[in-house]
């Protein structure tokens, strides 16, 4: 009952399989038998948040799932986020306009968050968009410029819609 | 060269944003070997004990385990650690009385486990998992022994020896003086005394640490890659360690996510897991999870000071005295380094004719001390912030004028401090406007005299409100040195290496515009190379604000003399006089004569040696220089903090209403990037003073080892902050930079406590230990009513 | 930091987790929303012999109203019912709470039933059920059974349920509309867990106090009512003198931890401060509501 287990499920519209322990934890699956490294482990006691991903639409921290419940799943991490051209996603491109991002360790699991936070309220203000983005931490930014990228990448976002 | 312009001092978005943006960047936990094995660690569970067995038969016998090895085993297999710690230059010895004891920590204990968390066995498996289960099956006999956990108590006469053969847990002492502190005291009409202890905490980067190595033994060589500030100290030491050449050993470093200081030196896993990679014949990776980063990294600051300031009816400060001790831990990786910064800093912006700064380096059962971000700079610079506002409360003058009065005036730099820096040079202010700064700080934090008008109306309604300033000054861009090799390639681009070591800074970027300025190139023709020793052979790493200063300084030596040379290849091409050529879009040309130019890529070719060249005669093939830019000394930046906080006197918490920064980093290649130092360092400072803590119980068992227990500040507890700049050009290096990475963190405890002290004077409280926690201000409110 | 292997079930119906739990004998733990359970088993604080997963049961997670009483299924996840309609209009009170409870991304995979089967003193949603008389339907092998919010938290970590039994849902008497409600906790950090929190929810009928409901978390070894100092409030109203006595009977009242984060000094003080903060906020919100 601890033998290897196949997982199938949708990553970044791909659909994807493999084959792990059940023990081992969605954030490894990830990043080792799926190849998707940009998803990072900075805790693996879910606290620091790097390792948020969408997990059928909603962020969730990977380090405490195990790959096996993500059977039948659909995920979309960090990879996901830009267009297939290389196009940036707005959200991306407000980083990097506001230099949002130093060392980039928590950078992929603070846009996951942040976009997750958007889908329940598109127009956040300042302090609404500070409370979402305290579910990960940052220790190069001091998170001045992550807020201002977030509301910055909120208006482009909301302006594509209409 | 060409004077700072262009892109120098321009807010240029980074080069390294997109892979990291994309989830493209690399980091150690990134890097794909085949067949790589996995380590994992067996730690001890006690503080202080001796080692009587580890048996890790289990352990090598469990499925995946390709190799289970003791400290004792490892003292079969290896020669003893070299000793390389960060030595002082002999001209500070001169000058300085010390004395200095450095046991050298072993890869794994072998008789005694000095802190909770040391390692003891290694175990390597084919993953992580397996690993662990392997750990799990040792079986370590430990010895309890009595856990030192205070360093006052470890340098009393009874305590329990941690280093047997020192016979003592005095690390080391030195002291340093400047006129004759004792007899000034004495004369002084006020005398001030008191204790601050500014606790332990960490740099805690959100990617720990990590080391893999693969040997290659058709060359017998090895490559380690290690989320490392210092690739070069870490190659220096596994050569060393492995017995091979400097030449057969690389290390570099890949996308690190945040170092702060604790990935600043070399760590027994630096050293250990090459070894493994060796004997095995595989690739071997380790990586530390949060909880091995909290137990076993590095943690710093943990100062207790004893100061004692005279001063006058106006509050001139006219003597200070300091004995301050340092709990160093088991080990010291980082020997008087942190403990001289903080003498070196005492004394911040202010004129003191006379000064004495003893320091004693205690040995602890706890995790090592070393650099973290400020490193013995914000221990100061909190002492002497809180005492001079104790001094104000004495005279009753604002804190703001007494240090007004006290301040090192524009007009008056260069200042001579009058004591040696840790490179032995004697303290030099070089530039910059120190009243200025605080002025400005004040000024754009609303006025004085408008608070205490506020101040006083929250009063009446029962808030408590207070204003609080830290001013510190930094010496930055510390030698010994730094490197740059500067190369034009055949495609005509700039290539440019050097030791410096990025975990975050933008190191890629701000060395594209400076080079792009240096040869009127677009950055885009810039290829940067850093923190591989392969690339250049000699280098110093990022510590300690420097490697803008110190590599911008090499990079712009070596490009003088590739310069030179291109100007002569060129001369000769276009048959002119060098004198008669400049650089312009991507070539050298005739000055006033548009066509007449030939492109960096030609002149590369130009430079070739052999057959066809068309370098004069007597000039020697290719163009490249290395240069080692050794600096005068430091150059020093500075900064005021002020703080306005608001004290819920019933629960304690506090809360940060305004927080300005005004900040002189001198010369600043990207605004963009160094405000984000600052708000970064400032962040750690503010999770320094009011919310993180590295806490031991009395039997040295760590209480702090997770995130959930260990609290990093979130976006809700950082305030918006307000930065103003001024530029002080340095005179020291020739693009007049000033280090910038460490300063953020260095006020901000200082800052606030005087926040709170000021919000809490109707209590009459003082706050000279952090952190200040929401209990102990309850605590003090209740104990003192408001008078 | 890696967990310890363990074998995997994923029933399809309770019955069977029921029929998985019992043959490890107390070694297996149920998997809900693994918010708690995952980082323990990932310090290897946790090394249960086997996980059996509820994630994939099918009818675990409705929200139905019956008479008055709010059911939700144990495995609704606490976003979910952040959002749910029926949740801000029959129990506010919860709804408030949930913001506390972790962060957004937490809340995605924790569930109503996890959070209080796991019982931790510092949890809001335990404080939820006690503040609202709330109770929890389990079954095990011996067949299926209510227990009452104040006979379900027996210590930190643990509760009255069997190690054969799960807890399949939650019901709540829904808030009498108009009722004002109110939390106010003290943590280091929000998102934390609480160091001290106050819930409270009750019901003005002119000047009386006619229903008046205060449960406490992080405080003591599990959340309580306040009782006497509730009794306090619906004998003397919600005038000032009032809830300052009731404040000061609360703290009187609790019996406080000590730990690394707070001393039991300071949790019983705060008990006090914020019993007081949370009273008038639940009184003033009440009048805003019913003019």
Redesign the interface.
Known sequence: MSAPVDIRLTVNGQPREGRCEPRKLLVDFIREDLGLTGTHAGCEHGVCGACTIFYNGEAARSCIMFAVQADGAELLTVEGLAESDGKLHPMQQAFHEHHALQCGFCTPGMLIAALDYLKINPTPTEDEIREAISAVLCRCTGYINIIKAVKAGAEVMRAAKS | MSETGGLVGRSLLRREDRRLLTGAGQFIADLELPRMLHVAFVRSQLAHARIRSVDLSRAAAAPGVALALSGADLLRLLPPVPDTQLSLPSKWRSFVQHEFRNPQQPLLAHDKVRHVGEAVAVIVAEDRYRAEDGAALATVELETLPAVVDAEAALAANASIIHDELETNLLGAFSVAKGNAGFALEQAPHRLQRRFYHHRYAAMPIECRGVAALYDPRTDSVTIWSATQVVHWVRREAAAILGLPEARVRCLALDVGGGFGVKGHVYPEDLLIPFLARRLGRPVRWLEDRHEHLLCSAHSRDQLHEVEIGFDNDGRILALKDEYIVDCGAWNPIGAGVPYNTAAHLCGPYKIDHLTASCRTAATNKVPNSAYRGAGRPEAVFAMERIIDLVAAKLGLEPAEVRLRNMIRADEMPYRAGIPYRDGEPIVYDSGDYPGALQQALQAIGGVDAFRRRQGEARQRGRYLGLGIGFYVEGTGVGPFEGATVRIDPSGKVYIATGACPQGQGMETIFAQIVADAWKVSPDDVVVSLADTAAIPMGFGTVASRSTVTASAAIHRASERVREKAFTIAANVLECAPADLELRDGGVGVVGVPGAAVSLARLAQHARPGWDHARPSGVNAGLEETHYWEPPTVTWSYAAHAVIVDVDVETGHVAIDKYVIAHDCGVVVNPLLVEGQIAGGTAQGIGGILLEEIAYDADGQLLTGSLADYLVPTADDIPEMRMLHQHSPSPLNPLGVKGVGEGGAVAPPAAIANAICDALSPFGVEFNTTPITPERIRQAVRLNQPH | ??????????PATVDEAIAALGRYQGEARV?AG??SL??MM???LATPA??I?L?RIPGLDKIELTDGTLRIGAMARQ?RLE?APAVAEKLPLLGEALGWVG????R??GTIGGSIAHADPAAEIPMVLQALSGEVVVRGTQGERRIAAPDLFVAPLTTALEPDEILTEVRFPVIPPGAGYAIEE?A?????FAIAAIAVMLVREGERCATAHLATAGIGPVSVRLSEAENILKQRGLGEDAVAAAAQRAAELVEPMAD?N??AD?RR??TG?LTRRAVLKARDRQNVRTG
């Open positions: 930091m890696k967990p310890a292997k363990f074998d995997y079930h994923c998997l693994g918010q995952v980082p990932n310090f290897r086997a996980i997963d994630n976003r959002f962060h957004l991304p937490t995605t995979r003290f280091r950090r929000k998102g934390d690394h707070a001393s300071f003080h705060l401060v």
